[in-house]
C-alpha cells in the first residue's frame, strides 16, 4: 500500500475496511459474498482520496475511519435509492391476482395508466364515473371549479401562482372546499 513503511499500520488499515465492509453483510440487501467486493470498492475510495491525509489533523486510523464510514454512506445511500432499491418486489404484469371484487385478474389489469390511480376496467364504469364526475364539477362552486380546472394541469404551487394566493392558502382553505364538495358527491377516493 501507499499509506505507510509500517505493515503494522497497512494490517490496521485492512482490517477496518473489512471489519466495516463485513458489517454490511446482511443489512441493505448485502450478502456474504458482497463481502470482498465492498472491501474493494473501499480500498479504491481510500486510495484516492489518501493524498490528502494531513497528520496535523488526524492519525491515520482516524482518516481511514472516516473515509470509509462516508463510503459507506455513498453506497448505502446509491442502493436505497428507489430504482435500485434492495427492498423492492419484482413481479411481473401477467401475473394473476385478484381484483377488488375477488375475481383473478392479470396484474397489468389493476395498473393505471398514468402510475397513480387504480384503473377502472369497463366502459360502464367509466360512463360512471364520467357522468357522476361532469355533475360533481357542474355544483361547484366557481371558485372551486376553477381550482378544480387548475389542479388538472398545475401543480399545487403553479394553480396558488395563477390564482394569485400563497400556497398555504390553497392548502388550509381552498382545496379542503374543494375536497369536502366531491367527497359529498362519493369522490372523495379520487382526489
Known amino acids: 500500500m501507499v499509506y505507510s513503511n509500517r505493515p503494522d499500520l497497512e494490517d490496521d488499515i485492512r482490517n477496518i475496511i473489512r471489519r466495516k465492509a463485513r458489517q454490511l453483510v446482511g443489512q441493505y440487501g448485502f450478502t456474504g459474498s458482497d463481502a470482498e467486493d465492498l472491501e474493494q470498492e473501499l480500498l479504491v475510495d481510500l486510495t484516492n482520496r489518501i493524498h490528502k491525509y494531513n497528520s496535523n489533523k488526524a492519525t491515520l486510523k482516524t482518516f481511514v475511519s472516516r473515509i470509509v464510514d462516508h463510503k459507506i454512506a455513498n453506497i448505502v445511500r446509491h442502493r436505497k435509492q428507489q430504482k435500485r432499491d434492495y427492498r423492492r418486489n419484482e413481479c411481473s404484469i401477467d401475473d394473476r391476482v385478484s381484483d377488488e371484487e375477488g375475481e383473478a385478474v392479470l396484474r397489468g389489469q389493476t395498473l393505471s395508466h398514468d402510475g397513480r390511480r387504480p384503473h377502472i376496467q369497463g366502459n360502464a364504469n367509466q360512463q360512471d364515473l364520467s357522468i357522476d364526475l361532469s355533475d360533481a364539477i357542474e355544483s361547484l362552486s366557481a371558485e372551486s ?47
Not at 378544480?148 to 394566493?165: K, Q
Open 145 to 191: 371549479r376553477e381550482l378544480f380546472d387548475l389542479l388538472l394541469t398545475c401543480s399545487i404551487s403553479e394553480a396558488a401562482r395563477e390564482l394569485g394566493i400563497r400556497r398555504s392558502t390553497l392548502y388550509n382553505k381552498r382545496l379542503p372546499k374543494l375536497r369536502t364538495a366531491l367527497a359529498e358527491k362519493n369522490l372523495d377516493e379520487y382526489i
